[in-house]
Nanobody
Framework: VQLVESGGGLVQAGGSLRLSCAAS????????MGWYRQAPGKQRELVAI???????TYAESVKGRFTISRDNGKNTVYLQMNSLKPEDTAVYYC??????????WGQGTQVTVSS
């Protein structure tokens, strides 16, 4: 399984970005996809995840600002990030978890929010 992310970049505080992650390979239909992030000097943390049945979980710090969605036909997960803050600056990693259990990670995409 390969995960390819896109959509990171530099944005001013208050701005928006949309991350995408496309999965390829042999993927079980029942799975969880989502996003984690890691800021310099900090541990990787959950941002948001979504199941194949569209159940979602968000970190408290992003609730009301970020929206996760997925297209099962395209094996793609999206993260719409609005009202971005400097503390959202991190490398964002796409995640896929499925039966096995198996877990896969993308290569990461940098999101930088300037104040």
């Amino acid at each position: 399984v390969q995960l390819v992310e896109s959509g990171g970049g530099l944005v001013q505080a208050g701005g928006s970005l949309r991350l995408s992650c496309a999965a390829s390979g042999t993927i079980f239909s029942i799975n969880v996809m989502g996003w984690y992030r890691q800021a310099p000097g900090k541990q990787r943390e959950l941002v948001a995840i979504i199941t194949s049945g569209d159940m979602t979980t968000y970190a408290e710090s992003v609730k009301g600002r970020f929206t996760i969605s997925r297209d099962n036909g395209k094996n793609t997960v999206y993260l719409q990030m609005n009202s971005l803050k400097p503390e959202d600056t991190a490398v964002y990693y796409c995640y896929l978890g499925s039966m096995g259990p198996s877990s896969y990670w993308g290569q990461g995409t940098q999101v930088t929010v300037s104040s």
